[in-house]
């Protein structure tokens, strides 16, 4: 077998690059190992006998370009959540409704005493929407320098906020109120096993990817689930002529720079003159025969999916379990909190109060469920927690994750008027509808390198910080001429974007013209 180009692995980046490139002429192979593209976008059954189709792993869209969508006529929409957040806090609780500014501002008097807090908020989020506006159209172009950046965001003081101190030192300069605090430094925290001080600013460069999405910073509901954007992906990829090998493993990659043979796990060998690799620099590295990067990547979360037979009743009387669940539920998300779990889940214990995020995508997108589940009053719900890492589950996985799980929905608990078990919908064998996946188990089966979300820890948008500067003008070059990554794990990788599978695509056309 010979191709053109050979792309490892069909995450929805690998199906952007395969669909760009074979638009582009080139003959295209798309080898997963999986028996279904879409690595951590894809929509799931998970509880037999009901329709309801959850994202699995990802589930909310903010990085992806229009550009993208548009180039590769994806039929594929979001929808923007009116709510943007709802923090309970005792019997009360702040909730920050994005259509609705008056009432946000009475929500954070009501919560911390003043308007001092809701001023800081909207001077905050201007900032970073600033930023946004300078950063996001610069994701799906060559690399600029970190000087060329920081020209753009003119902004000495967001630059310096964002790029050079850590989050800590602005969040508590800005923000009095723990709570408040707490709800703005989590957008560091998502995917990333890191506190508000940490030198490395890995904190920092998690917080901008959560900021900048659109140049808005929204995060949206995928229209029909994660799934039905990989399915447009895959449906555009085909239409193009790429092939597909599923439930087929590269397990090797020769390069002498211009030409490359991959062996497969049939046993069989393609030739191909440029690869694209989707899987993570710790696979690829294995891939070459070359020394894995140390350290290890690490992932740190827990995601839990749920069906529900319908919303749990709030502590908080004041406010509706539709618009509270509509946006991002914080649990014990708290500033001193966050640094508490922290501090225990490094020194290898379950946090005492894991935080976490909980979003209940079927109040925005009804879709997701079939008619019948929605006519009961039928719920999906997603919970995202944090301070999880991979090692507290090395020993025992099951007995870890079921603790970790056990307390982290206790906080959840502390904050409804009724257990959430009474609220879980039963599968057709009768078991209720709640499943829970480790980093282990997102290194099982999706491939995560340490179950880290975004491969590696995220990168600075801008060229210069690899030691080998091999990563090129679109941050996805190799130490090979024909070898580029495509994922999650290359500049300006991570997150539901398809950024890194453009740019890939982009590397290759360039260097053929
Ligand atoms: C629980 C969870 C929640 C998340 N939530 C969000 C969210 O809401 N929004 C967001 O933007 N991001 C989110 N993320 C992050 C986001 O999903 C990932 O960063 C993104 O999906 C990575 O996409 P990718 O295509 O680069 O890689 P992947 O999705 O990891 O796909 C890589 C593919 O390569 C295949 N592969 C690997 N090695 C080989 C090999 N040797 N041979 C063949 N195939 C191979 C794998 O099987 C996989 O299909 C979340 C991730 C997780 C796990």
Redesign the pocket.
Known sequence: MAYEVVV???????LVAAAYLARAGRKVLV????DA?????VSTRAFSGLDARLSR???????LPRKIVDDLGLSFAVRRRRISSYTPQGDGGLLVDAQDPARTRAGFARLTGSDREYEAWERFYAMTHHVAQAVFPTLTQPLPTRAELERRVADPAAWSALFERPLGETVEAAFADDTVRGIVLTDALI?TFTHAHDPSLRQNRCFLYHVIGGGTGDWDVPLGGMGAFTDALADAARAAGVDFATG????GIESDGVRAELTLSDGRTVAARDVLV??SPY?LAG?LGEPRPEPAPEGA?L?VNMLLRRLPRLRDASVDPREAFAGTFHIAEGYAGLQTAYEQAAAGRVPDAPPSEIYCHSLTDPSILSPDLAGQGMHTLTL?GLHAPARLFAADPAGAKEAVLRATLAQLDAVLAEPLENCLALDAAGRPCIEA?SPLD?ERE???PGGH???RDLSWPYAGQDVTDATGRWGVGTSYANVYLC??GAIR?????GV??HNAAMAVLEKAR
């Open positions: 490892v692995g069909g995450g929805h980046n690998g080898v997963e190992r999986l593209v879409g690595g951590a976008a792993y990802s589930y909310l869209v903010s990085l995917g087929t493993e590269v397990t989707n899987a696979a891939l979360q995601k995202f996946k997102l999706v491939g995560l979300i975004f491969h994922g999650a990788g991570g997150g539901v974007s890194p599978g």
